[in-house]
């Protein structure tokens, strides 16, 4: 059968996020004491149990937000409860039972799906004795968990483990009482692990239509209210034979801009999410041009050294009465104008809202991801970059009085953590400080003027002096 899934469920700031960082071992969900915080939902495999399920954490459920997003949080939660084999209702053990927790219950109590009573925020025995009333809710199952501290995940896992056992979930070798671990630790690629794809750019250029097109399904809340996506959401997706991670992030405000200790928290979150990435999507809103953060998000992914393709989204607002080939013209040059430092990247025009352009997406990423190792062997390279020194020999160095020498060059690839590996190309010189920026610009031109296609993955030099004994 598929793998079980799991609902987490309550209402606003009982500690749902925390709980579902804790089952994943991972830290993905915004952890805050502000309610509302969770908007969309977070799906990830469950890692503290013997048996294969994934867990969904959802929106505060039943609670008035102050900005005009809780029935698309509620609708959100109830997509959730609909596809889900087991709940998990979170209440604070240490308020008292609200009405709005006795709504929820007695929505759950018309579903046939089983539901675990979870009180959290535990912290000692002494919150337990709250549970006379909370056995007012009429649920037989019910667990003690401070996700804080890490208490009663043994009693939760095994709970889990109980149902997902007779919902036949396959068996896995996890190790209990799993730890959160840092999200930017990398993991070891295999045949099957998904081409990440971390989807950026500033708030209210389209990210979460983007996916939504992708997906054909409203996955994501799309708002014309910027800041509406806050965690870093993945969303495994299938086109064909490939199977992909969506990294759906929140929009990215300047520094300046950024109004409350969550916002800064999602800002995080999206550049971690660029790290952690297989390539990169730098949706721009066309309709209002390249922008001084578009710049420097796009510097972020530069600096990252990740592959890059520019999404050129609202097509259809940019000057629609001119002709089709003018526009395209004006688009292009606009964006490598503008977005000079990702000249390698490829542009895909679209229209999220009308689902126009997914198709030439994928065919970027397909030909990125093919011609990722597209590079000279190391005899070829060295001939090429000599050749290039020969015809434009590097200036002297105007404080130490010296000239760049290129011993040797090679090539390092790293397949272990990524689907998509960025060559390092390797320069051994007499001293790393005679390469000049502008000079090295031109090496890394020359490297792109031989590599055929290979659009999209940046030329990464590592310069290395080199103490020569003669």
Not at 432 to 438: E, G, P, Q, V
């Amino acid at each position: 059968m598929s793998t079980p899934t799991i609902a987490i469920v309550g209402r606003p700031n009982v500690g749902k996020s925390a709980i579902f960082n804790r089952m994943v071992a991972r830290r993905i969900a915004i952890v805050h004491d502000q309610p509302g915080v969770t908007r969309d939902r977070l799906t990830a495999p469950v890692r503290i149990t013997h048996y294969q399920a994934d867990v969904v954490d959802t929106g505060g459920i039943g609670s008035t937000l102050d900005d005009g997003f809780a029935s698309a949080v509620t609708r959100e939660a109830d997509i959730a409860l609909n596809a889900a084999d087991l709940i998990m209702f979170v209440c604070d053990c240490r308020d008292h039972l609200t009405p709005i927790d006795r709504n929820i219950a007695a929505q759950l109590h018309k579903s046939k799906t089983p539901v675990i009573l979870v009180l959290n925020k535990a912290d000692t025995d002494k919150q337990e004795l709250n549970l006379g009333e909370f056995s007012a809710l009429g649920f037989e199952e019910y667990v003690f968990t401070s996700a804080a501290h890490g208490r009663g995940f043994e009693a939760l896992a095994a709970k889990l483990d109980h149902h997902l056992k007779s919902l036949g979930a396959s068996p896995m070798a996890a190790e209990t009482n799993a730890t959160p671990e840092d999200e930017d630790a990398p993991e070891e690629v295999t045949p099957d692990s998904p081409i990440k794809v971390a989807i950026v750019g500033r708030p209210n250029a389209g990210k979460s239509s983007l996916v939504n097109a992708i997906l054909e399904d409203e996955r994501t809340i799309v708002s014309n209210i910027a800041g509406t996506t806050r965690d870093a959401i993945d969303i495994p997706y299938t086109r064909g034979e490939q199977n992909y991670m969506l990294i759906d992030t929140a929009g990215m405000r300047p520094r300046s801009r950024r109004d409350t200790s969550v916002e800064v928290f999602s800002a995080m979150r999206s550049e971690r999410a660029i790290r952690r990435s297989d390539i990169c999507l730098l949706v721009i809103d066309i309709a209002a041009g390249v922008t001084q953060q578009d710049r420097r998000i796009g510097s972020i992914i530069a600096k990252e050294s990740k592959p890059c393709i520019i999404i050129v989204n609202k097509f259809d607002l940019y000057f629609p009465d001119a002709p089709l080939s003018a526009r395209k013209d004006a688009v292009k040059e606009h964006i490598k104008e503008n977005l000079f430092f990702l000249d390698y990247a490829p542009i895909a025009i679209v229209s999220a809202k009308e689902g126009r352009g997914m198709q030439d997406i994928f065919k970027s990423i397909d030909r990125v991801k093919r011609d990722a190792l597209n590079m000279p062997g190391t005899g070829e390279l060295n001939r090429l970059l000599q050749r290039a020194m020969e015809m434009n020999p590097p200036g002297q160095h105007r404080v130490l009085r010296k000239r760049l020498k290129l011993f040797y060059a090679t090539t390092a690839v790293n397949e272990k953590y990524t689907t998509i590996p960025v060559p390092t190309y390797v320069l051994f010189v007499n001293d790393k400080r005679l390469l000049a920026d502008s000079y090295a610009q031109y090496l890394r031109n020359t490297i792109r003027s031989r590599i055929k296609g290979a659009a999209g993955i940046p030329i990464v030099l590592s310069p290395r002096s080199r103490v020569r004994n003669d």
